[in-house]
């Protein structure tokens, strides 16, 4: 099992982010609509113990097709460890054939769906980091660093000039801040999202 090592920052905007890293060598690759389903206990034991489950689904929107990008992926992602800058936790993915199937396989062994989450996602590679400029309906737009170690992503940061406070909340975690318990918003997508319950 592998860790995923990241920092996050909030924006109001994402144009000067990309016009940095531009200036700094990073190679665009593409954007893409990401649509993520999440499953959990109907008591949210995952929630709760700072874990998560997740299908992901992919549509390429600008840049060169992936292989496997079609194919819908399988996440787990274990508890965070505490005292580091940069979030790190256990991850494990493989992709999946057929999500319809993995939802009767899910619901079989006690977990629904409690949520879906999309974002469009714009990447770029900066030494061994990925760069991630994330917008989500109703929580707003972000910047992501992902890499090996939190010293090769604090070193990106410092590249891209992000001196505000990083944040060590999940998409999730933000979404139900914003519209409260999630049997109350469990999707929060960009054609359906001004339908939901609570309006941001």
Do not use: W
């Amino acid at each position: 099992m592998a860790y995923e090592t990241e920092i996050k920052f909030p924006v109001a905007d994402h144009r000067a982010v990309a016009r940095r890293l531009r200036e700094v060598g990073g190679e665009a690759l593409g954007a893409v609509l990401q649509t993520d389903r999440f499953f959990d206990t109907p008591d949210r034991e995952l929630l709760r113990s700072d874990r998560g489950l997740r299908v992901r689904t992919t549509v390429r929107l600008r840049g060169p097709r992936d292989r496997d990008e079609a194919r819908p992926l399988l996440t787990y992602k274990g508890p965070r460890e505490a005292g580091r800058t940069a979030k790190t936790r256990l991850e494990a993915q493989t992709h999946v054939d057929d999500p319809t199937v993995l939802g009767e396989i899910f619901g079989g062994v006690g977990l629904r769906q409690v949520l879906v989450i999309q974002k469009r996602r714009t990447s770029f590679r900066l030494g061994a980091c990925l760069v991630e400029l994330d917008e989500l309906p109703r929580i707003g737009r972000f910047v992501e660093i992902e890499g090996p170690s939190e010293r090769a992503i604090l070193a990106v940061r410092r590249k891209l000039g992000l001196d505000g406070e990083a944040i060590a909340e999940t998409y999730v975690a933000l979404v139900e801040a914003v519209c409260g318990r999630l049997d109350t918003c469990r999707e929060v997508t960009f054609d359906r999202c001004e339908h939901c319950a609570l309006r941001g």
